[in-house]
């Protein structure tokens, strides 16, 4: 019997898998789609937590190698004031690493299987019941059925192992933002390496990054009712292109032309869940998105995906029972993760202002606190270090 079924083969579920097997733990991942959910086109950073996760697991090579650093973040206004800059790195001077979710996706699952990890694709879990042993049953929409002497569901924001743990459990909902992203070769301004440029304008924050290519990465958030793919026969791409210039309109700062000059705009609607009651049962329990899917604004998400499994894997290692295991895992990560949250939707509020006055007032709170300095962000995010060595009883997992 494998020990551990995981659900989801995204961000969570291969590096728990990886995880899990330094702890001496097998494991299988179970995907629902034919060959990962490698979303086309949008982009992610991965902070220095998240890489050190990585390293932690000696899986950070990979990520390394498709992906390109940022240092420093610049912060305008919507007349191209120059508010201030920021280091990204935390005090540790590490600044995220920026690259295409699907590239992540892939070497992630790419590194799970050449370390002899099973991945099955094409697998989607529908249901779970308890085993005659006390394991557990995974059924999935193939007929097919597993079994394990616990689940693990890393399958993301709309996760059907939630479900299970507590069929009363709040659903993700819609953030109220859509993502809308692209790349472009025009530059209408000169670009600063490794710097990620935030423009503060009237109605949205604009972002955008230059790659050692010359290739320009950008995105925005849109507020607004949440939209279909399709809009009276106008494609997605084209309608979102459209919404996304109109919100930085008026805003003299180079955002417009940047979208313009975009050939593919791609949207992503942005989900974040309420606060879960329950993360587990006696043998199921849900990591990453699964868990607390944030509003995505502070860019964390995947690295605290990658935090809850190298935690779960520490404490499966070095606890008696699945059962204490699973309630360490819980305490351990709750803190953290709920601060993660307050302080991205915080983020979001910021870069959406609910009319002029508020605009004002941020821009007014960002000049005086950036101008002149370099700003560390909020370094307890990105500095934070999980000891793999250090073990986990039922005594300091109170306060680790
Ligand atoms: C617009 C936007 C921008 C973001 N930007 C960033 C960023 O810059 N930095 C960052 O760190 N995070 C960012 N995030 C958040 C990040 O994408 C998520 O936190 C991260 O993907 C979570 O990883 P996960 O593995 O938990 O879930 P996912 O990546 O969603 O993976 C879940 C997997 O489970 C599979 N699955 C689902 N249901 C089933 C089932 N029933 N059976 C089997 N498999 C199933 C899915 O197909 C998928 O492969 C962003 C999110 C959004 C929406």
Redesign the pocket.
Known sequence: MTKALI???????PVTAMALQKAGIESVV????PH??DDVG?F????AN?MDVLRTLEADQPVLDCSFAAERSEAYDKTGRFLGQGNMGGSHGVGPRTLS?AQLYRVLRDEAIRRGLRIEYG???ITATSAAGGGVVAAFDDGSESEGELLIG???????VRGLIDAAAPQAQYTGNT?VCGYTRHSPVPTEPATYRIVYGRRVAFVYITDPDGQTWWFTNIPGPQRGNSEDGVTAAEYWQQQAIDCVAGDNTPAAEFIRSTDNVVA?T??HLPKLPAWHTRNMIV????AH?AI?QA???????MEDSVVLAQCLRDLPTIETAFAAYDRLRRPRVARAMVTSARMSKAATPAGRIPGLLRDHVLLKLLKGRTANTADWLTDHHIDWAAPVSVANHWHR
């Open positions: 659900i989801g083969g995204g961000i969570a579920g179970y995907e629902a789609y990962g959910a949008a992610l950073a991965l902070f998240g979710r697998k989607r879990l890393a399958d993301g924001a709309h996760s059907t993502m992503v942005a989900y990591v990453g998105d699964a899917a995505p860019g964390h998400g995947a690295s605290m995906a």
